[in-house]
């Protein structure tokens, strides 16, 4: 698949680096990987604003939309908009979820998930190391 921002894993890590990005923001955004539940720095944050793409800082989900899913994984009800992210069924555990990447730049944040709150009925379910945060 091909996104507006490509780059090298190189120039991602560096690009991560450079911001000062946790260590295991390149192994979640750019290859997939998964924060242990209950150890990510935005799981009980409870500020205002919006919450971005770790990689590009496209704008993602709105802290009104965050709710506590009882996970340990920051959790939304729906994005910013219907062009912040993109999805695509992820078959490679043992049963079919729904992955949520940025629609802009293709980094990994999590998945969704058809138990959520009103209004929405679901849950996007993101890892915080995939995410920024930009308090209002």
């Not at 690009?15 to 150890?39: C, I, N, W």
């Not at 920051?74 to 992955?99: C, H, N």
């Not at 990994?108 to 959520?116: E, I, R, S, T």
Request: proline share 6%.
């Amino acid at each position: 698949m091909t996104y507006k921002i490509e780059k090298t894993d190189a120039q991602w890590k560096a690009l991560l680096q450079d911001k000062g990005a946790e260590p295991m923001a390149f192994e979640v955004a750019r290859h997939e990987a998964t924060e242990r539940a209950f150890s990510g720095k935005y799981a009980d944050q409870k500020g205002k604003g919006t919450y971005t793409c770790i990689c590009c800082d496209k704008p993602l989900f709105d802290a009104d939309t965050k709710f506590d899913s009882g996970t340990g994984w920051p959790s939304y009800f729906q994005p910013i908009s219907d062009a912040a992210v993109g999805t695509k069924v992820d078959g490679l555990l043992w049963m079919k979820r729904t992955e949520v990447h940025c629609a802009d730049c293709g980094a990994h944040l999590g998945h969704v998930f058809p138990d959520g709150p009103a209004p929405t009925g679901l849950r996007y379910c993101m890892n915080s190391a995939s995410l920024g945060f930009k308090p209002t």
